[in-house]
Structures are given as structure tokens and as C-alpha cells.
């Protein structure tokens, strides 16, 4: 279903944005550049086609970080196919802080994977 898709980026929650932000930037020297979204600030640092994506939120142990596959669009299709297999899912599409599209849903031990759809791709394939 997904062998189309590429793994686009990985999200950390992260307790302070700052800390998260200083430490890959300062301490592992990565290019992390801060924003602000629709949810409030975020940082992404761009690693060829792989986006680190840190957002300041409580997760608890297991809920972060979150592997995000990307899709040139038709994620309500993704939607509907993993529903009907029975997957869980635990965030419907909605809007992501840069204005895409998301979709959160669980494998069978509990670990969050996520569906990510630029901005103006078609929501159906």
C-alpha cells in the first residue's frame, strides 16, 4: 500500500523547543531553522528528501518520535484503505503545521506512524 510513499520525516515532541532547537543545531551542528505554525512554533531541520520535524508538546515515553511517510497526495484514499483493514487511527486527516495534510495511526504494538500530503496535492488519488 505504502511502496510508493518515501519516509519523509521523523517528529519529536519535545518538552522545550529552544533546548531541542540549540542541541541539533549547536551540538550536532545541523541546519535547524524555526518557524511558526498554525499550532504555534516548530523547528524542521532538512536532511536531503528526510525533514527532522521538532515540535514542542508533552508526549509520553513511546509517542515520540513519530515516523512520517510522504505521499504525493490521495491520503483520504490512504485513509479509507488502512480504516478498512482495521488500523487504528488515532488523528483523522487534518491539517499539519505548514498546511498540509496528516494522518496519525497506529501499528499493531502501539507505535504511532504518520501519513504527511504537501500543501495544494489532491486529497484523492
Do not use: C, W
Not at 109 to 122: C, E, I, K, M, R
Request: charged share 20%; proline share 7%.
Amino acid at each position: 500500500m505504502l511502496v510508493q510513499a518515501k519516509v519523509g520525516a521523523i517528529v519529536f515532541f519535545v518538552g522545550v523547543l529552544a533546548r531541542a532547537v540549540a542541541f541539533y543545531r549547536d551540538t550536532l551542528g545541523l541546519p535547524v531553522n524555526e518557524a511558526e505554525g498554525h499550532d504555534g512554533p516548530f523547528a524542521i531541520a532538512e536532511l536531503g528528501d528526510l525533514s527532522l520535524v521538532f515540535i514542542q508538546r508533552p508526549a509520553k515515553p513511546g509517542e515520540s518520535p513519530v515516523v512520517v511517510f510522504a505521499l504525493d497526495g490521495g491520503i483520504d484514499d490512504y485513509a479509507e484503505a488502512l480504516a478498512a483493514k482495521g488500523v487504528e487511527i488515532v488523528v483523522p486527516v487534518s491539517e499539519a503545521p505548514d498546511g498540509g495534510l496528516t494522518l496519525d495511526f497506529l501499528d499493531p504494538d502501539g507505535n504511532v506512524l504518520s501519513l504527511y500530503q504537501p500543501q495544494g496535492a489532491a486529497r484523492r488519488g
